[in-house]
């Protein structure tokens, strides 16, 4: 038995060996606080751990990442003070091993460091570089409780998107109060479920908690693990927005129907709010045409350029003062559909039809509740994970709906209770991102004036069970 222990330990040492002898420039049989120290060149390095305590973290932890810098390269932390110091110098300590050796050609890789903020390694041109710009000039000195890599600079401790917001008054202080208002929201997780109503729907004892309704439903600016673009728009910013989608849908606010009140308006405003994540990241005069935005929705770019761009630990924040960001619908997708009923299918005899106003003109509109016939959506771009569905049906609905998403059956044979109100249809697990099919079985209303399903006009909610962003499509 104690021969087998023996050649085991053998073994293991040798395939260490085996493992490291090319990809390390450097092994060392110690701690990673014994390499540090044992060289001259890192003094100042050492003592700026040891100062806050962060060796002993090293010491404890064992598998740590520390991004060295020499001592002639320490004044940009040195001149630092207090919680602003200590924050600096754990930036350059990972919490888990990230080695440049298995880093490709034009690759990246990242470790979580003790600042909660992500160093980011991407290798260019043969060369490895941390976030972006700074070059490392020794890497892999692999220790026994972790590895060192030597940076020709300090790194630059940089806020995340939200820390940047809360920095920000003047004009763009309603957006930064916007940003961090709390709200009310359903906690259903945290809910008792305690039986079913006449309609099949869930019944909860409910529980209600506090969140930034901003961070759900717009993008989670402070998330360090994404990388967005941030459009932070003033009051002006928001009524020129607003002014733009105004022209491009009536002409001119005399035009607006007189349905279209403060309150509609103010909706808008909060929409455009929402409208302000991008779960990518590129200069102003590399911005696409079209931008997709982290919660769905789909928007133009305007024309003009933002007064400022700022690059962030999680991405960047361009402010907008006066300038209309988005001149397009920011209602979300229009959902292509396919019917299996033409026009010319319809059984004259079993239909009703009312007469409805809208703005100066009337408009007859057929329906008919008798034969269901089906309608399939495609929405575009839904992301992975599990979904709260809600509906808002329009006000001449009528009969049963069965609902079908992605092969499974959500719904079967419900009836609305109120027109334009949020009915809860139940929850729905999809495992990957991209185009989803939603097939209606209904009876639907048809327009014999421009001769279209008015069932484009009703509207579905998807919103995540967990952290995460809201998916609306109409």
């Given at each position: 038995m ?19 002898k ?11 606080m ?8 890192y003094?100042?390095?050492?003592a700026?751990?040891?100062k ?5 973290k ?14 002639e ?6 001149n ?14 990972g919490?888990t ?14 470790v979580?460091?003790?600042?909660s ?26 220790c ?5 890599h ?7 401790l940089?806020n ?11 004009a ?9 208002r ?7 997780p945290?809910?008792?479920e305690?039986?079913?109503?006449i ?7 409910s529980a ?6 901003y961070?759900i439903?717009?993008?989670?600016v402070?998330d ?18 607003y002014?733009g ?5 009536y ?6 129907p007189?349905?279209?009140?403060e ?7 909060t929409?455009i ?20 935005m ?11 350029t933002?007064?400022?761009t ?9 402010t ?21 009923a ?5 059984d004259e005899?079993n ?10 003109k009337k408009?007859q ?6 034969t ?7 929405l575009e771009g839904?992301m ?10 329009l006000a ?6 069965d ?18 109100y ?8 999809f495992?990957?991102?991209g185009?989803?099919?939603?097939v209606f079985n209904?009876?639907?209303p ?24 809201r998916?609306?499509?109409?």
């Amino acid at each position: 038995m104690a021969l087998a222990v023996v050649a085991s330990l053998f073994a293991c040492e040798s395939t260490w060996d085996e493992h490291y002898k090319d990809v390390a420039s450097e092994r060392y049989d110690g701690g990673v606080m014994d390499y540090l120290s044992g060289r001259s060149e890192y003094s100042g390095f050492v003592a700026l751990l040891r100062k806050h305590g962060l060796d002993t973290k090293i010491s404890e932890s064992g598998a740590n990442t520390v991004f060295a810098v020499k001592n002639e390269q320490l004044a940009p932390i040195e001149n630092l003070e207090g919680e602003a110091q200590l924050r600096a110098v754990s930036l350059h300590i990972g919490n888990t091993l990230l080695y440049g050796y298995n880093i490709p050609e034009e690759g990246t890789g990242a470790v979580k460091s003790m600042a909660s903020k992500n160093v980011w390694l991407e290798r260019t041109g043969g060369k490895l570089f941390a976030s972006g710009e700074i070059a490392l000039t020794a890497q892999d000195k692999v220790c026994a409780d972790g590895v060192v890599h030597e940076l020709a600079s300090t790194l630059e401790l940089k806020n995340s998107i939200l820390e940047q917001i809360n920095t920000m008054d003047g004009a763009y202080e309603p957006f930064r109060k916007y940003v961090n208002r709390e709200e009310l929201l359903f906690d259903e997780p945290n809910s008792v479920e305690v039986g079913k109503n006449i309609f099949g729907q869930t019944v909860y004892d409910s529980a209600f908690v506090l969140e930034r309704a901003y961070l759900i439903e717009a993008g989670d600016v402070s998330d360090e693990d994404l990388t967005l673009t941030c459009f932070a728009l003033t009051n002006e910013a928001v009524e020129v927005t607003y002014q733009g989608m105004v022209k491009r849908y009536y002409g001119s606010e005399e035009n607006l129907p007189a349905t279209f009140n403060e309150a509609r308006k103010a909706k808008i405003e909060t929409l455009i709010r929402n409208s302000t994540v991008w779960d990518s990241v590129a200069v102003p005069s590399e911005m696409p045409d079209t931008i997709r935005m982290l919660n769905g929705y789909k928007v133009i770019s305007g024309a003009g350029t933002p007064d400022q761009t700022v690059e962030l630990s999680n991405g960047m924040l361009q402010t907008w003062k006066s300038t209309g960001l988005l001149a397009s619908d920011l209602m979300g997708d229009t959902l292509t559909f396919e019917s299996t009923a033409p026009v010319s299918a319809y059984d004259e005899e079993n239909i009703s039809s009312d007469i409805i106003q809208i703005g100066d003109k009337k408009a007859q509109r057929y329906y008919r509740d008798n034969t269901p016939i089906e309608v399939t959506y495609t929405l575009e771009g839904l992301m992975a994970g599990q979904y709260r569905v809600y509906w808002a049906p329009l006000a001449n609905f009528t009969g049963e709906l069965d609902i079908t998403l992605d092969g499974e059956k959500l719904i079967e044979g419900y009836k609305p209770q109120r027109s334009w109100y949020w009915d809860y249809l139940g929850t729905v697990t999809f495992d990957s991102y991209g185009a989803k099919k939603m097939v209606f079985n209904t009876a639907l209303p048809y327009n014999t004036v421009d001769q279209t399903y008015g069932f484009g006009f009703h509207q579905l909610r998807f919103i995540p069970m967990k952290e995460g962003v809201r998916f609306i499509a109409r």
